[in-house]
């Protein structure tokens, strides 16, 4: 098989090692770790239609809602999330 130069640019790149597998599954057992380390309880206020939201998306996830929130907040916060 044939590669441009870009192409042979990032298979040598891979080949270094220099890129990282994403795997959400991983990134959302980290943050539901790291969330395990609750220092603080907030009260928050939120319309139905959010918190029903939030739940069946975290059904889905297979996680609490209340460890989704969390770990959006998480995220927020330390820029992963726009």
Request: overall charge positive; glycine content about 4%.
């Amino acid at each position: 098989m044939k590669f441009d130069e870009e192409e042979k640019d990032i298979l040598d790149s891979f080949n270094r090692g220099e890129w990282k597998s994403v795997n959400s599954q991983t990134d959302y057992a980290t943050i539901a770790k790291s969330s395990l380390t609750k220092d603080k309880r907030i009260n928050i206020r939120l319309s139905q239609m959010d918190l029903s939201a939030l739940q069946h998306l975290a059904v889905k996830m297979g996680m609490p809602y209340q460890t989704l929130i969390g770990s959006i907040l998480h995220r927020y916060v330390t820029g992963d999330l726009k």
